[in-house]
Every structure is written in C-alpha cells, then in structure tokens.
C-alpha cells in the first residue's frame, strides 16, 4: 500500500472509535436510537469523513437518528478537534449503513432453505416407511 493511503485509514479508525466514544458518553439528543458507526471512510485530502451508521429501529426511529446526527455534526467536529488535535477536522457526512439488513436477510434465507430440507428429509423418510 502507497504511504499516502495510510494516513485516512488510520485517521477514518480513530475518528470511527472516538465518534462511538463520543456518542455513547456526551450526546444527549433522545432521537440519538441504537446505533452503531460500522466503517468510516476519510477522503485523500483529510478534508472529507464519510461515516457509515447502522440503526437498530424503525423507520422513523432511523430517520430521527440521521437528522439529529446532521444537527449534531458541528458539536460532534469540535469534540472530535480537541480529542484528535488535528488542525482541520474532517467535515462528516453520515450515510446508512445496510449491511447488517443484508446479512439478516440472508441468515434468514439460509434458515428457510435450511427448513425446507428438513422438510424435504422428512418426507422422503415418511415415503421410505410406507
């Protein structure tokens, strides 16, 4: 890997791991529900932080979520100045997360193709007895 990649990785672990710290010890927003920061990804430049957050909740306990993150994104940059001592912190950006839906929708269609064996098995083994 070229040196110029290490920097925002390293940078996108630390912001994801003080921006859960942060959340879980400082916010106070009651529309902040379940959530977890699952990647986080830093542009070349340092200028731009994508953070990638999964909701546990309904839809509207989702849409909440975001919209108190989107009005809580210059109190969480401040935090993140004085813990990180960067001269610029990275400007966040906080999208959906869905690959915990996706991995559930897939464990779930494993668990009825798994079902549907049994089933299957068990038939064959009623046929067999007859």
Do not use: C, N, Y
């Not at 989107?70 to 401040?78: H, V």
């Not at 966040?92 to 869905?98: C, G, H």
């Not at 798994?114 to 089933?119: E, F, G, L």
């Amino acid at each position: 890997m070229e040196m110029s990649g290490i920097r925002p990785l390293r940078l996108a672990d630390t912001i994801q791991a003080e921006l859960a710290d942060i959340l879980h010890r400082e916010a106070r927003d009651p529309r902040l529900h379940f959530l977890t920061i699952t990647h986080v990804e830093v542009s070349h430049d340092l200028r731009r932080a994508m953070v990638h957050v999964s909701v546990l909740g309904s839809s509207h306990e989702q849409d909440e979520t975001f919209e108190a993150l989107k009005r809580a994104r210059g109190f969480l940059r401040t935090q993140l100045a004085h813990r990180l001592r960067l001269r610029r912190v990275p400007e966040l950006t906080f999208v959906t997360d869905r690959s915990l839906d996706h991995a559930l929708r897939v464990w779930q269609l494993l668990e009825e193709v798994q079902a549907s064996r049994v089933d299957a098995d068990e038939e064959v083994e009623s046929a067999d007895d007859e």
